[in-house]
C-alpha cells in the first residue's frame, strides 16, 4: 500500500516526540522545519541534519532603535532654469517694552494711624503738582488777568478813605457779589462810591454809613439795579447798616460769628471779608468756582460750598486757605470756564493732571513746545523764548460774515469795493464777472401749490 506523503510526514513527528526523552519547548525555529515549503521526500533512515536550538525571546528583535548611519546628502545644484525654495523656520523673539507706570489719583481719604489709633485725613496724592502747575498759569500762564485780579471783592475799596470806611466797602461788595460776576459787581460799587447822596449838606457824597442810613432804599436800588437780586439786596443792606450803628458801634464785626448775624452774610462772604478787612484767615471762602473745580480734579466729592470748605479745611496747608479763593476763581473766569471749559489751553490737561479734562479739546489743542532757556554761571535765567507750533485750520468764510473780507472770482484778479466805482468803473467789473469761466446755473422755479 503506497502511503501519502503527509502520512510519512506525520509519522515522522510522532516518532521524533517519543523519541526524544524530555519534553522540550517548541520554537518557532524548531518547528520550522516542518514547513510545508521544506519538505522532501527523503529517507527515514537517512541521518536528520542538526536542528537549530534558539529560543523565540532571542529571535524577536529589541526595542530599541537602531541609530540611523548618516547618509551624506549630495549638494543640491541649481539650474539655471530651475529656483528652489526652501523654507525654514524662524523662532520669533518677542520684546516687551516696560509699561509706564499709571498714576494712580486719590482723593482726600481718611486713615487710621495703627500706634495712636487716631484717625488722620490725608490730602489726595497729587494736589500740591495740581496747586502749582495753576498758580504757575494765574501768574504767567493763560488764567492771567482774570476780572478778579483788578474787580475782586478785595480791590474795590477806595483807598483815599478811612480803614473803618474801607472795611464797610468791603463788606458792602461781598454783599453785592452774591449770584453776581465781579465785573458786574464793580460798576454798581462804582456808582454807590460816586452817585450816593450825602445824608446832609456839606458830609462828603459816596458810600460809607451814613449816607446808606439816609438814603431812600427806591434810590439804593436804582443804583445797583445791574446785580442779581437786587431787590434783596437792598433790604439786606438796609437792614445791615442799622445793624451795625446800633451794635457795633458804627464798625463791621470782627468775627465770623458777627459777620455771619448780618443778613445776607454767609460763610464764604464772612471768612472773605474777615480775611481782607480785619486781616485774620479763619477759614476758606469758597465760592462756587471753588467748590466746581476741585470736585474737578477729584480732590473730594462734596455737594455744596460749605461740605467743601469743611473738607478742604481738613487737609489743606492753612498758609493756603487765602490765597485758594483768588487762585480758583482766576483759574475758573478764564480757563476752566462753567460752560465750554478750555480744556486744550489748561496744562493740567495737557499734563495729564486733570480727571475730568475733556480728551477731545486736549487733543484737538494740543501744542508742541520748545523752550529755550539761556542760563548765567550761577544758574540764574537771563532769556527765556517759547515756539508754539499749532495746526492751520482752514475755514470757509460765510457769505456776510465779515464785512472787511473780500471775495474773489475766478478769472477776475480783485473785486473792487462798491462804494466809489463810477458808471464806467462799474460796467468793466460787470463785464469780467460775465466773461467769467464757468456756466451759470439756472434755479429752478418753484411749482405752485395747488
Known amino acids: 500500500m503506497r502511503t501519502s506523503r503527509i502520512s510519512k510526514e506525520t509519522s515522522k513527528i510522532i516518532n521524533a516526540t517519543a523519541l526524544s526523552p524530555t519534553s522540550r519547548r517548541s520554537t518557532r525555529s524548531s518547528l520550522s522545519r516542518f514547513a510545508h515549503g521544506n519538505a522532501s521526500p527523503k529517507n527515514e533512515h537517512s541521518p536528520e541534519p542538526l536542528q537549530d536550538t534558539t529560543d523565540i525571546e532571542d529571535a524577536v528583535p529589541s526595542s530599541r532603535k537602531r541609530k540611523r548611519d548618516p547618509t551624506p546628502r549630495t549638494p543640491i545644484k541649481k539650474s539655471p532654469h530651475k529656483t528652489v525654495t526652501v523654507k525654514t523656520e524662524v523662532e520669533d523673539s518677542v520684546t516687551f517694552s516696560p509699561s509706564k507706570e499709571r498714576k494712580v489719583r486719590k482723593p482726600a481719604r481718611h486713615i487710621k494711624n495703627e500706634e495712636t489709633g487716631e484717625v488722620e485725613i490725608h490730602p489726595p496724592n497729587d494736589w500740591a503738582e495740581v496747586y502749582a502747575v495753576v498758580k504757575e498759569m494765574r501768574t504767567s500762564g493763560v488764567a492771567q488777568n482774570a476780572a478778579v485780579d483788578t474787580m475782586g471783592c478785595e480791590r474795590l475799596a477806595e483807598e483815599n478813605v478811612s480803614p473803618k470806611v474801607k472795611r464797610y466797602h468791603t463788606l458792602t461788595a461781598l454783599m453785592l457779589s452774591s449770584q453776581t460776576k465781579d465785573t458786574t459787581n464793580a460798576v454798581a460799587m462804582g456808582r454807590l462810591q460816586k452817585e450816593l447822596p450825602a445824608y446832609q449838606e456839606g458830609a462828603p457824597i459816596g458810600l460809607n454809613l451814613e449816607n446808606i442810613l439816609a438814603v431812600d432804599p427806591k434810590l439804593l436800588n436804582e443804583l445797583i439795579w445791574v446785580v442779581g437780586f437786587h431787590n434783596n439786596k437792598t433790604k439786606y443792606i438796609k437792614a445791615t447798616a442799622e445793624i451795625l450803628k446800633d451794635q457795633w458801634n458804627g464798625d463791621i464785626p470782627d468775627s465770623?460769628?458777627?459777620?455771619?448775624?448780618?443778613?445776607?452774610?454767609?460763610?464764604?462772604?464772612?471768612?472773605?471779608?474777615?480775611?481782607?478787612?480785619?486781616?485774620?484767615?479763619?477759614?476758606?471762602?469758597?465760592?462756587?468756582?471753588?467748590?466746581?473745580?476741585?470736585?474737578?480734579?477729584?480732590?473730594?466729592?462734596?455737594?455744596?460750598?460749605?461740605?467743601?470748605?469743611?473738607?478742604?479745611?481738613?487737609?489743606?496747608?492753612?498758609?493756603?486757605?487765602?490765597?485758594?479763593?483768588?487762585?480758583?476763581?482766576?483759574?475758573?473766569?478764564?480757563?476752566?470756564?462753567?460752560?465750554?471749559?478750555?480744556?486744550?489751553?489748561?496744562?493740567?490737561?495737557?499734563?495729564?493732571?486733570?480727571?475730568?479734562?475733556?480728551?477731545?479739546?486736549?487733543?484737538?489743542?494740543?501744542?508742541?513746545?520748545?523752550?529755550?532757556?539761556?542760563?548765567?554761571?550761577?544758574?540764574?535765567?537771563?532769556?527765556?523764548?517759547?515756539?508754539?507750533?499749532?495746526?492751520?485750520?482752514?475755514?470757509?468764510?460765510?457769505?456776510?460774515?465779515?464785512?472787511?473780507?473780500?471775495?474773489?472770482?475766478?478769472?477776475?484778479?480783485?473785486?473792487?469795493?462798491?462804494?466809489?466805482?463810477?458808471?464806467?468803473?462799474?460796467?468793466?467789473?460787470?463785464?469780467?464777472?460775465?466773461?467769467?469761466?464757468?456756466?451759470?446755473?439756472?434755479?429752478?422755479?418753484?411749482?405752485?401749490?395747488?
Request: hydrophobic share 35%; charged share 30%.
Open 256 to 450: 465770623i460769628e458777627g459777620l455771619m448775624s448780618l443778613p445776607g452774610v454767609g460763610p464764604k462772604m464772612a471768612y472773605l471779608c474777615l480775611s481782607t478787612a480785619w486781616g485774620r484767615t479763619e477759614g476758606i471762602g469758597v465760592d462756587v468756582h471753588v467748590h466746581r473745580i476741585t470736585n474737578l480734579w477729584g480732590w473730594h466729592k462734596t455737594k455744596g460750598p460749605e461740605e467743601t470748605r469743611i473738607a478742604l479745611q481738613a487737609w489743606l496747608p492753612k498758609e493756603l486757605w487765602h490765597e485758594i479763593n483768588w487762585l480758583l476763581v482766576g483759574f475758573g473766569q478764564t480757563v476752566c470756564l462753567p460752560v465750554g471749559r478750555k480744556c486744550g489751553d489748561c496744562d493740567l490737561g495737557l499734563k495729564g493732571l486733570c480727571k475730568s479734562a475733556e480728551r477731545s479739546k486736549v487733543t484737538i489743542g494740543r501744542k508742541t513746545k520748545e523752550e529755550k532757556i539761556k542760563r548765567d554761571e550761577e544758574g540764574n535765567v537771563l532769556e527765556k523764548s517759547e515756539v508754539v507750533k499749532v495746526e492751520d485750520r482752514i475755514n470757509d468764510i460765510p457769505v456776510n460774515a465779515d464785512p472787511e473780507a473780500k471775495a474773489f472770482v475766478e478769472g477776475v484778479s480783485e473785486f473792487p469795493d462798491e462804494e466809489g466805482l463810477t458808471k464806467e468803473e462799474e460796467k468793466m467789473v460787470l463785464d469780467d464777472i460775465a466773461n467769467a469761466p464757468g456756466q451759470l446755473e439756472k434755479s429752478s422755479k418753484r411749482q405752485s401749490r395747488r
